[in-house]
């Protein structure tokens, strides 16, 4: 039972390392990509959105990556 458990703990670690990284990127030079209103929020408001961001960055790397298709 603690092999399982040190295994995903490590995995849960490597995942919110990477959301961190992640995160930081996004926070400062990738939201403006997703939604281009965010060119104009202020410093707080990314702090405030970087928890959301490190929990659900598979998501929002997804986002980053999809092309934009004209509507």
Request: charged content about 15%; aromatic content about 16%.
């Amino acid at each position: 039972m603690e092999a399982v458990i040190t295994v995903f703990l490590t995995i849960l670690g490597i995942y919110f390392s990477l959301g961190l990284l992640f995160g930081l990127y996004f926070i400062f030079l990738g939201a403006t990509k997703v939604d281009p209103f965010m060119t104009d929020s202020k410093k707080k408001v990314r702090l405030l959105l970087f928890p959301g961001v490190v929990a659900t960055w598979p998501f929002l790397v997804g986002k980053l990556i999809k092309p934009k298709t004209l509507n």
